[in-house]
């Protein structure tokens, strides 16, 4: 077995950490042994689900969300002393802080070869042009220390090098995998969902899932159901998750007079017995790595209106399989939902599409393409197998 230390600053809910963690059961069974090293702001049920899946834990007190440079100088030094006692042949850094602070750990205790997995980026709809002028600095200084940066789409490797980060050569895509046909099995019939949420049989429901902070955009799309609804009487929109900005968005929706046609679910372990009951997907988002809901909402062949951000424009082909719309345009989003609201047989026409589609990016790709990653860089770095 070939010894690899992962990193990454925190697990939650949330698709970077289940891509992780299914990063590593996939290693685990092409014989790199796995350790993961994760900070304090983790969220325990998580955490305990990555051990029983296999993952071996080990907590790196320094590493934090925020910037703190104490604490960042003791993740450093933490991670430091860890790469020297378990000598990995491998260290794959995921998220931009645990990136920054892993990698350079990794360099000072000369670890063979570094992998970095940013799952999305920090370039654009998070912070003012100078705090990103920072980052996008930090991120350059960190691919020299960088053997591979892998990318959940190729429209990623485009925004990394447009902001001179790295080198093409550098650059690897895999997407974040998904279980496609494990999904579908466990999905319950549309009916039975929406009886389970009290929801009318002949609605036309909306599903947005995500945490409700800013960058998901759940606020355009409360915007745009005040209009969807006067134009599509059985709307509504089913909001799959929790967040800050939960008592903000219901009371945006009692302000509108929609509060009647939201459905807020709060947090949930399971999110596909909830999914299966929507018509559409709507991602709204502000800046998106790939959005691993879009291809779960697709293998149970729902259409998906995504903004023209990220990753969301690999995933979806336009008119096929789901609609682009433009971002911070709830004008727009609320005129895609419209028209599949109005237009069954075209609904049903992208959600046929959408289940071929989302076999692009299934845990089989996803384990196949990382491990072509790792096995590069065997051969090319002569790492001892």
Not at 202 to 227: C, N, Q, T
Not at 262 to 290: F, Q, Y
Not at 356 to 374: L, N, W
């Amino acid at each position: 077995m070939i010894p690899v230390v992962h990193v990454i600053t925190r697990l939650t809910m949330g698709g970077s950490s289940e891509n992780t963690v299914s990063t590593i059961e996939a290693l685990e069974r092409a014989g790199y042994a796995s350790t993961l090293a994760l900070g304090p702001q983790s969220e325990p049920p998580i955490v305990e689900d990555a051990r029983r899946r296999g993952c071996r834990v080990v907590e790196i007190d320094g590493l934090v969300r925020e910037v703190s440079p104490a604490r960042d100088v003791a993740a450093v030094l933490q991670l430091w002393r860890l790469f020297r006692r378990a000598r990995p042949a491998i260290v794959h850094t995921h998220t931009s802080k645990a990136g920054f602070v892993g990698r350079l750990a990794a360099w000072l205790a000369g670890v063979p070869a570094v992998i970095h997995q940013p799952h999305g980026h920090i370039f654009y709809g998070y912070w003012r042009r100078p705090r990103t002028a920072l980052f996008v600095a930090l991120e350059r200084m960190a691919a020299h220390w960088t053997d591979r940066i892998v990318t959940l789409t190729p429209r990623e490797i485009d925004e990394h090098l447009e902001r001179g980060i790295g080198r093409r050569r550098q650059y690897a895509v895999v997407p974040s995998g998904v279980p496609t046909a494990a999904l579908r099995s466990a999905a319950p019939a549309r009916a039975d969902a929406r009886a389970s949420l009290g929801l009318p049989p002949e609605a036309y429901v909306i599903a947005g899932v995500g945490r409700f902070v800013p960058i998901k955009g759940f606020d355009l799309l409360v915007a745009a159901l005040a209009d969807v609804v006067a134009r599509v009487p059985a709307a509504w929109v089913l909001l799959i998750g929790d967040g800050a900005e939960r008592d903000a968005l219901e009371a945006q929706a009692r302000a509108l007079g929609v509060a009647d046609r939201l459905r807020v679910t709060g947090s949930v372990g399971d999110l596909i017995p909830l999914l299966a009951a929507a018509d559409v997907l709507a991602a709204p988002s502000r800046n998106e790595g790939m959005g691993r809901v879009l291809v779960e909402a697709m293998a149970l062949g729902l259409p998906v209106v995504g903004t023209r951000v990220g990753g969301i424009p690999d995933v979806i082909d336009d008119g096929e399989c789901g609609l682009l719309v433009p971002p911070d345009d709830a004008a727009s989003l609320a005129e895609a939902l419209v028209e599949l609201g109005c237009d069954v047989a075209r609904r049903a026409k992208l959600a046929a599409a959408a289940r071929p589609r989302a076999e692009a990016f299934s845990t089989a790709v996803a384990a196949a393409a990382m491990r072509k990653v790792y096995d590069g860089l065997l051969r090319t770095r002569r790492l001892p197998a």
